[in-house]
């Protein structure tokens, strides 16, 4: 008998179809690309960009976007230190599951707290996680404000809002660190292309 958290009497399924099996179909290994950073630091942008660039090389990726999620899954959830960490487990576990399926995952979330960016790499294989972090300025960040929150937070309209005032605990062993280059972005095709290579050089993009 097994028991996981609050269930009893739960037994994990075997299929005879497992994962080494679908990513011989897909000819790519599954893997999660965890786009972390500040509001406003082109999470989205790189990944729509990472997303197009593996498609155009007949490679199959999902986007797991932070917002998209909190319309369905995380709707349920609020910012509260606890709610954050919980949506944060819930992609995890989502994102996990897309690997194992065989897929390239992309997570495109703000992701503030450390604690639990290491957990959902722990859910993986470490090489199976790659974190990229968007070391963007936070007056860069700040001066976009596509969606106007700064100027809600600066103005006390949203509280605990990243940045302002709650922290973002920037990763200390990322994978990918993206940052400008003599204060210019790099383009939204470069960003997907370093990417990419590191995907090509860890040998996510085929079988062998």
């Not at 011989?24 to 082109?42: A, D, E, F, H, R």
């Not at 498609?55 to 954050?84: A, T, V």
Request: proline share 4%; charged share 25%; glycine share 8%.
């Amino acid at each position: 008998m097994s028991t996981i958290s609050n269930s009893t009497n739960i037994f994990w399924q075997e299929c005879p179809v497992g994962k080494a099996e679908r990513q011989k179909l897909l000819n790519q290994k599954g893997c999660v690309v965890w786009i972390t950073g500040l509001s406003g630091s082109g999470k989205s942008t790189l990944a729509c960009s990472l997303s197009r660039e593996l498609h155009s090389r007949g490679k199959l990726s999902y986007i797991l976007d932070g917002d998209n999620l909190r319309h369905g899954i995380n709707k349920d959830l609020g910012f509260k230190p606890e709610d954050r960490t919980e949506n944060i487990r819930r992609v995890g576990e989502i994102a996990k599951l897309f690997a194992d399926a065989g897929l390239i995952c992309i997570a495109s979330l703000i992701s503030p707290y450390r604690k639990d960016r290491d957990a959902c790499r722990a859910m993986l294989p470490d090489a199976n996680f790659i974190e990229v972090f968007m070391n963007m300025p936070l007056e860069l960040c700040e001066s976009r404000d596509a969606k106007g929150l700064y100027k809600l937070a600066r103005a006390g309209k949203i509280r605990g809002f990243t940045g302002i005032d709650d922290p973002y605990e920037q990763p200390l062993n990322c994978e990918i660190e993206i940052q400008q280059n003599n204060g210019v972005c790099p383009l939204p095709a470069a960003l997907a292309g370093q990417v990419v290579t590191y995907l090509e050089e860890k040998g996510f993009l085929q079988v062998e």
